[in-house]
């Protein structure tokens, strides 16, 4: 019994050795076999003959084709003929001639296999037809990807081209709700002896879905009732993608939801409607940030938001904002009333308090203000109010105090390609108020008015303008609260002088002035660091009481950073009419427009 157990014991021991021993031999022979996977001398490839965009899909062909070592490149000779044939002829060249020279097997720094193209002649497109059938056969949009396709008879055959027209008529088809598109007729005969193809294309988009009831739970409803104004997928209105887009983005400039998800059904369609499910979830009812930032102008601030933005289901919003830096202290409280539309229409009261203490200007200013915002027609957005302020004042040798009830009308429009770097945009905005010693303390028209634009003279570069004007006007234009008086200077107005430090100046120093002209002309362009520009710039202009003073100028240049986040903007200005000259520097981070 002792010599059985023994000899079972053993057995097992044995196997056991041998299993690690296989264990260890099959990792040994992968190891093996993965480093004979390795190509330690691929070829490289030079294509002669062609250039462009024959070129370039070649070597992109090439280049997908996995490493190949030089020692066994013979093997894929007719592998490489056939996979430059298949990129000539998605460029419509179906007879061309392919030279290839493989590398010296003796010289081992040889490892070029050297292509030589002839492409030939191109085909040609004899007969293209290209039909769009159904309810869509006389949508715009159909007929221009038609025409930007560049399939036309008499053109050279191009297979990309082609594939790229019929995915560009799928993606608008679902886009305005032709969900039952299809092609009747798909393809391209080509008769290679005669050079020439034929190309018959036939799409019938059927018939197009409208949208249908919309689906929600009883928590979306009820959120959904501040912002019944805003739906636009009403049932039976013609389906389309770019609605819903436009849907989702209003709800979410209203501020008043954390998560906003619109789905169209497209699966539980029936009677060609597609039903729409709406899900929101409401932002929280305190929104508070802390923030603690520089500028070159005003110094180190500190800035606190707190925001609840649905008060109630009427949607009314309630922010409040305040920021301390050395020279102002500044603290608002707005309240926001919808009247149609939350994010075209709608009313706000406005409640403030300012105390300034910059240069010669010592203020405190308390601000009420009652405004109607009308966006909801035309391009212009226009901010109607009446402003009620009192501010208490010392400009210089000049001290007092003013009470203004002030009807104002803020006129704004911006235009622009998009993006933190548009190639092109332009804003204009013109800040009108008046007011009458019949209820004020002042008689007086005052008006600012601001426009900038950007265009782009090549890809990498822009020209940025800027032009501003303001002025008092009316028989107490001179002598208005240090706020209502302008001051010239500053990253914004004209660099290489002090912030708001230049104007008349009376015996106590600055005094403000009634008119106030500022331009500028600024040409960015490539410095060859990634995503960065030089800037060359000339800033010009005066506040005056009477435009006999000489124009201040502001030249010099700058570093910008495009960021994904906005742009890195450093500047040195150069104040030529001070003696010496005076030298600034400006920094800044935002959007470029």
Not at 36 to 49: A, C, I, L, T
Not at 187 to 207: P, S
Not at 355 to 369: A, E, M
């Amino acid at each position: 019994m002792t010599i059985y157990l023994l000899k079972k014991y053993l057995s097992l021991i044995l196997l056991s050795t041998a299993l690690v021993i296989t264990g260890c031999s099959s990792n040994d022979e992968e190891l093996i076999e993965e480093k004979k996977n390795v190509v330690v001398d691929p070829v490289s490839f030079n294509v002669e003959g062609v250039s462009g965009a024959v070129l370039e899909n070649i070597e992109a062909h090439l280049n997908a084709i996995p490493p190949i070592s030089k020692k066994r490149v013979f093997i894929f000779r007719r592998e490489l003929r056939e996979t430059i044939s298949t990129s000539l002829r998605a460029n419509g060249y179906y007879n061309p001639k392919i030279e290839i020279t493989l590398p010296k097997i003796k010289d081992e720094k040889d490892r070029v296999v050297h292509i030589k193209v002839d492409q030939g002649k191109p085909l040609y497109v004899r007969y293209c037809n290209v039909e769009i059938l159904g309810e869509g056969a006389n949508y715009r949009i159909f007929k221009n990807l038609l025409k930007d396709s560049g399939l036309t008879s008499y053109s050279i055959v191009n297979h990309q081209a082609y594939e790229k027209l019929k995915s560009d008529l799928n993606a608008a088809a679902l886009s305005l709700g032709f969900f039952d598109a299809q092609y009747i007729s798909s393809r391209i005969m080509v008769y290679a002896d005669q050079n020439v193809a034929d190309i018959e294309l036939t799409y019938d988009t059927g018939k197009r879905y409208k949208f249908g009831e919309m689906i929600a739970d009883e928590k979306t409803k009820e959120l959904l009732t501040p912002v019944e104004s805003l739906y636009t997928l009403n049932e039976g209105k013609n389906f389309s993608t770019r609605t819903i887009n436009d849907y989702v983005n209003s709800l979410n400039q209203t501020g008043y939801y954390r998560s906003v998800d619109v789905s169209p059904k497209i699966d539980e369609a029936q009677d060609l409607k597609v039903p729409v499910e709406v899900s929101l979830e409401r932002m929280r009812n305190n929104l508070m940030r802390l923030g603690v930032g520089y500028s070159t102008d005003e110094g180190p601030r500190v800035l606190f938001e707190w925001d609840k933005p649905l008060l109630n289901l009427k949607g009314h919003s309630l922010s409040t904002k305040a920021v301390i830096s050395p020279i102002t202290q500044d603290a608002s409280i707005v309240y926001k009333i919808p009247r149609d539309n939350p994010n075209l229409d709608y009313y706000y009261i406005n409640a403030s308090q300012t105390h300034t203490d910059l240069n010669d200007t010592l203020s405190d200013r308390s601000h009420l203000s009652f405004h109607y915002v009308a966006n909801d027609t035309g391009k212009w957005r226009r901010d109607y109010s009446l402003r009620a302020e009192y501010e208490d004042y010392k400009q210089g040798a000049d001290e007092g105090f003013g009470w203004n009830l002030m009807p104002s009308l803020l006129i704004s429009r911006r235009e622009s390609s998009g993006g933190f770097d548009p190639k092109f945009g332009y804003s204009i905005n013109l800040d009108l108020s008046a007011a009458s010693n019949m209820i004020s303390d002042y008689t007086f028209f005052r008006f600012l008015a601001t426009f900038k634009s950007v265009i782009s003279p090549t890809e990498n570069t822009r020209l940025i303008t800027r032009v501003q004007q303001g002025g008092n006007l009316g028989s107490d234009g001179n002598n208005l609260p240090a706020s209502l008086r302008f001051f010239a200077g500053g990253d914004n107005s004209i660099r290489g002088y002090g912030y708001l430090d230049e104007s008349p100046t009376n015996s106590g120093g600055l005094n403000g002035a009634r008119y106030l002209t500022t331009g500028s002309v600024e040409y960015q362009f490539p410095c060859g660091i990634s995503n960065s520009r030089l800037a060359l710039f000339v800033d010009g202009g005066t506040a005056t009481d009477d435009y006999k003073d000489d124009l201040l100028w502001g030249p010099g240049f700058g570093y910008r950073y495009l960021s994904p986040y906005g742009t890195v903007r450093v500047d040195l200005g150069f104040a030529l009419d001070h003696d010496p000259v005076d030298v600034r520097l400006h920094v800044a981070f935002g959007p470029e427009f």
